[in-house]
């Protein structure tokens, strides 16, 4: 194992001059010293290219994620450096090099610190509302990427999920870890929610990662229940948390997994009724709910035209 690139990390996640943090940063390092064998693979693995060493500079909560227990329940040091080494070859395959150095490298001067990919803007009450595909520390622990709608510099909602195998190891898919809405935007939720003909925003931003799936050509979505969410590793018996994903994900035509009843899985395509299925007084906002989602796809479309391969 390089010590040195190890202890480079740590000083990356850790401001060691604070003596909260150091306390972190020597638990990193035993446990690191504990997995050895798992740690030194993936900081080989960072080392292959000078792509990957600076996505390492850039992100070091890549190791950090493998000594703790983020993604899912239960997930172990293998499992979690095996997701996080699958995702990296996926979005290597398919995302372009200036998109992954954007995402996960240090900022260049010429991007103002920017560090995400704008892939639907629109206009609500005179603001921006946007969908944008980033990663940040505080997004670590249910995934490896992150979707958010923003209106106004607001987070509304955000789903933090990876790309790998699927469940039967024969394509890959997208893996969600969270989704999280935020505990400020009940009212302009309801407003927007409106705005798009009745279509709620929670569905707004599931859209979206159904699009990202779409133009990566991919064919399944798994998303975690409340059973393997992360935190389950820590709660209480006796506590229950306050988002239920499950009933979210059966809305979006999903089915709880057979071989791992920590997931969901749903169709990457939303089913839409037909007009003849629709009440007469219902089909002109449906209409027009309709032309908003082939809106975004067009704009998806166009966006990932110039970050994918």
């Given at each position: ?7 480079e990390?740590?000083?990356?996640l850790?401001v060691?001059?604070r ?5 972190r ?6 446990r ?12 080989d ?6 792509l990957?060493?600076?996505i390492?500079?850039?992100?070091p ?11 899912y329940?239960?997930?172990?040091y293998?499992?979690r ?18 998109a ?8 260049k ?10 892939l639907?803007?629109d ?18 622990k ?29 394509e ?6 969270a ?19 009745g ?6 931003i599931?859209?979206g990662?159904r ?12 998303a975690?229940?409340?059973e393997g ?21 059966e ?15 749903m ?10 299925e ?5 089909r002109a906002q ?6 908003k989602?082939?809106a ?14």
């Amino acid at each position: 194992m390089d010590e040195q690139i190890l202890r480079e990390v740590g000083h990356r996640l850790y401001v060691t001059s604070r003596l909260k943090e150091m306390k972190r940063y020597l638990v990193f390092r035993t446990r690191c010293r504990i997995h050895k064998d798992v740690v030194s693979d993936l900081l080989d693995f960072f080392t292959e290219t000078q792509l990957r060493k600076d996505i390492l500079k850039g992100t070091p909560s890549f190791i950090e994620q493998v000594t703790r227990a983020f993604f899912y329940k239960d997930s172990g040091y293998e499992d979690r450096a095996a997701l996080i080494k699958n995702h990296v070859l996926f979005m290597e395959k398919n995302f372009t090099q200036d998109a992954l150095a954007r995402l996960y490298a240090e900022p260049k001067e010429d991007t103002n610190g920017d560090r995400s990919v704008i892939l639907w803007k629109d206009e609500f009450e005179d603001k921006p509302l946007y969908m944008e595909l980033s990663f940040h520390a505080g997004q670590r622990k249910e995934g490896c990427l992150s979707l958010s709608l923003i209106w106004d510099a607001v987070d509304l909602y955000q789903i933090m999920f990876w790309f790998g195998p699927d469940m039967e190891e024969k394509e890959n898919a997208v893996w969600i870890g969270a989704l999280q809405g935020s505990p400020n935007g009940s009212e302009v939720i309801k407003r927007l929610t409106k705005a798009f003909f009745g279509y709620r925003t929670k569905n707004l931003i599931f859209y979206g990662i159904r699009n990202l799936a779409r133009c990566l050509n991919l064919r399944k979505i798994y998303a975690v229940t409340n059973e393997g969410y992360y935190a389950m590793n820590h709660v209480r018996s006796d506590r229950k948390l306050k988002t239920d994903f499950a009933a979210f994900w059966e809305e979006c035509e999903g089915k709880q997994c057979v071989e791992d009843s920590r997931f969901f899985v749903m169709p990457v395509e939303e089913h839409r009724k037909d007009m003849s299925e629709l009440k007469p007084s219902k089909r002109a906002q449906h209409r027009r709910r309709f032309e908003k989602l082939d809106a975004i796809e067009a704009a998806f479309d166009g966006s990932c035209g110039k970050i994918l391969k």
